[in-house]
């Protein structure tokens, strides 16, 4: 059974950096795509970048290009999203996904993290 | 980058009765060589993660109930549910993986019970 299980609940200051992680298993991890995608308080979807960790190949839509990072540790199976300045906009929960959608295998979601950041 | 529009926003339907959400993409989707429309509808609930209901267009995932169905093809794709349950309230999204990856959702349209 795939799985991904995301870090828990942070509250954060503005200005404060962050990393939250997500750990995939049941599946050959460093040869599927793994995204993140926010949704904002009352927002829809919006997806902020993707990784191939067996290539760490990762691409980053506009709207969050150099405001976060994304990164994989594939000797522990764990995929991270990473803030050097939070800001308040950046409350909101996140979710990473694996995606097989390409190949047909449909996809898995993590759990979930929200993010608060408030002075 | 393909921009993807639903319509309407929201609807409310009662229970028993058809809902059906409409969504644009900006450019087509569908790759010729292979025939297939990169599109895919997700249902979102409150409090949960959003589950992948039908894939390439009209393909519905295993488990997925046969009142949901998708149609279209090209830039111009339907979502309809044959009669709403309560369980269907939620928020539904197309999405295109057409493109290299990060893909796009549509803004999403919220299913409510009349």
């Known amino acids: 059974e795939v799985q991904l299980v995301q870090s828990g609940a942070e509250v954060k200051k503005p200005g404060e950096s962050l990393k939250i992680s997500c750990k995939g298993s049941?599946?050959?991890?460093?040869?599927?795509?793994i995204g993140w995608v926010r949704q904002m308080p009352g927002k829809g979807l919006e997806w902020m970048g993707i990784i191939y960790p067996g290539k760490s190949d990762t691409r980053y839509s506009p709207s969050f290009r150099g405001h976060v990072t994304i990164s994989a540790d594939t000797s522990i199976r764990t995929v991270y999203l990473q803030w050097g300045s939070l800001q308040a906009s950046d409350t909101a929960m996140y979710y990473c996904?694996?995606?097989?959608?390409?190949?047909?295998?449909?996809?898995?979601w993590g759990q979930g993290t929200l993010v608060t950041v408030s002075s | 980058d393909i921009v993807m529009t639903q319509s309407p926003d929201s609807l409310a339907v009662s229970l028993g009765e058809r809902a059906t959400i409409s969504c644009k993409s900006s450019?087509?989707?569908?790759?010729?060589?292979?025939?297939?429309?990169?599109l895919a509808w997700y249902q979102h609930k409150r409090g949960q993660p959003p589950k992948l209901l039908i894939s390439w267009a009209s393909t519905r995932e295993s488990g997925v109930p046969d009142r949901f169905s998708g149609s279209g093809s090209g830039t111009d794709f339907t979502l309809t549910i044959s009669s709403l349950q309560a369980e269907d309230v939620a928020i539904y999204y197309c999405h295109q993986y057409y493109t290299t990856p990060p893909w796009a959702f549509g803004q999403g349209t919220k299913v409510e019970i009349k």
């Open positions: 049941g599946y050959t991890f460093a040869n599927n795509w």
């Open positions: 996904v694996r995606t097989g959608l390409v190949r047909g295998e449909g996809d898995d």
């Open positions: 450019q087509s989707v569908l790759y010729s060589s292979n025939n297939k429309n990169y």
